[in-house]
């Protein structure tokens, strides 16, 4: 089993940063992937990005490329979603995942952290 709590969500206005933090515990994973994931009132689950934990290659939504960036901290179990230059539009709950293949979509993940509600105003 894998336990995942996220933190640093919050409400910030248009153009601001936010860093969302994952702390892993349990067992190890070198072989999978971490993942954040948002899910918008009335909305399915989408794909944010994704980190190789084996070799740290990161993969980003193209909503977000650009303006996010994901990077781990193995000696610590964490990952981390910088978000930079924030617009309404991401206003949404915020998942870590941790599993993958597939990276892109929710089936693709075993674990699932409580989420994060990230809320960016006009």
């Known amino acids: 089993q894998v336990q995942l709590v996220e933190s640093g969500g919050g409400l910030v206005q248009t153009g601001s940063s936010l860093r969302l933090s994952c702390v892993a515990s349990?067992?190890?994973?070198?072989?999978?992937?971490m993942g954040w994931f948002r899910q918008a009132p009335g909305k399915r689950r989408e794909f944010v990005a994704t980190?190789?934990?084996?070799?740290?290659?990161?993969y980003y939504a193209d909503s977000v490329k650009g303006r996010f960036t994901i990077s781990k901290e193995s000696a610590n179990n964490t990952a981390y979603l910088q978000m930079d230059r924030l617009k309404p539009e991401d206003t949404a709950v915020y998942y870590c995942?941790?599993?993958?293949?597939?990276?892109?979509?929710?089936?693709?993940?075993?674990?699932w952290g409580q989420g994060t509600q990230v809320t960016v105003s006009s």
């Open positions: 995942a941790a599993g993958g293949p597939p990276i892109s979509i929710v089936e693709g993940y075993d674990y």
């Open positions: 349990g067992r190890t994973f070198s072989s999978y992937y």
């Open positions: 980190i190789s934990w084996s070799d740290g290659k990161p």
